[in-house]
């Protein structure tokens, strides 16, 4: 059976699991189909999971190791992974730079003689882009919650430890009047952007562990594909039953180096301010 038979069974088999996962959770195949509209398949969690159950069945079906075709499958989950995440990286340390400039924002609107829920109100139109959609809804809501409810809300929606310290002093603000908001509120914008430069600054150091990981990954992938496919026999030592437990605990190894050279590269976020406060001990109430 040629290679080119194989990875169409690989790719039809994809497809019908796709369908059946599809299927099962409900998510459409093609969401807003017409003129302009933009297509997506099931989602990237099922696009995944097909491209692992491909990658298995040609791994499988090419060098007969079932142990191999599991490493495969891994390998192929794991790469968006190891490989990607600057878009996300990115788009964080955006939104990071957007809650200092919508903090200046409402500083200044305060100066201007307005009240809080009046400056919010203000900035729904001039938002920055990265947080816009969460400050449109937190004006919306101000139209049926008090603010400070619709504050906590807007909290919850950003998911952001530096969005929690703005939204825990506005929340003051409204509920206890404070005298000196806009000096308050100056202090956490300049905290948030020495934030968004910190973690510039831990980007570009961890450059190198990220280029390390991307340069063993492909060399792994590119020497054990090229084997294959061309001095097939001297990989036959792993097609006995020792040979794919051997081939188990290498590939483990690796799956391990991979791990720790990607932990190396991520950003741990502190704990959000609101879960601590949410504790009972955290705000002096008893248990």
Do not use: C
Not at 88 to 117: C, K, N, P, Q, Y
Not at 147 to 172: E, R, T, Y
């Amino acid at each position: 059976m040629s290679a080119l038979v194989i990875a169409a069974l690989a790719a039809g088999a994809a497809l019908g699991l796709l369908l059946v996962v599809a299927g099962l959770t409900g998510r459409p195949i093609l969401e807003g189909v017409g003129a302009g509209a933009q297509r997506r398949v099931g989602g990237p969690g099922t696009a995944r999971i097909a491209s692992s159950v491909a990658a298995f069945i040609v791994v499988w079906a090419v060098t007969g190791w079932f142990v191999g075709g599991v490493l495969g499958a891994l390998t192929v989950a794991a790469l968006p992974g190891v490989l990607g995440g600057k878009s996300h990286r990115d788009r964080e340390i955006a939104r990071t730079e957007a809650i200092a400039s919508w903090t200046e924002m409402i500083r200044d609107s305060i100066v201007a003689a307005s009240g809080l829920e009046e400056a919010i109100i203000a900035t729904a139109n001039v938002a920055p882009a990265p947080i816009a959609p969460e400050v449109r809804t937190l004006v919306r809501r101000l139209e049926h919650q008090p603010l400070p409810d619709a504050l906590v809300a807007f909290g919850n929606d950003l998911i952001h430890p530096s969005g929690d310290l703005v939204v825990a002093a506005l929340v003051i603000a409204a509920r206890m009047e404070a005298s000196d908001l806009s000096s308050l509120l100056s202090r956490l914008a300049d905290a948030t952007r020495g934030e968004a430069r910190m973690r510039i600054r831990v980007e570009v150091g961890r450059t190198r562990v990220r280029t390390a990981t991307k340069v063993i990954v492909g060399v792994v992938v590119a020497a054990v594909v090229f084997l294959a496919l061309v001095n097939r026999d001297y990989l036959a030592v792993y097609d006995s039953p020792v040979g794919q437990l051997v081939l188990a605990v290498v590939g483990a190894i690796f799956a391990t180096g991979g791990w720790l050279l990607t932990r190396m590269a991520r950003i741990d976020l502190p704990e959000r301010f609101t879960a601590r406060a949410a504790s009972p001990t955290a705000v002096g109430v008893e248990p």
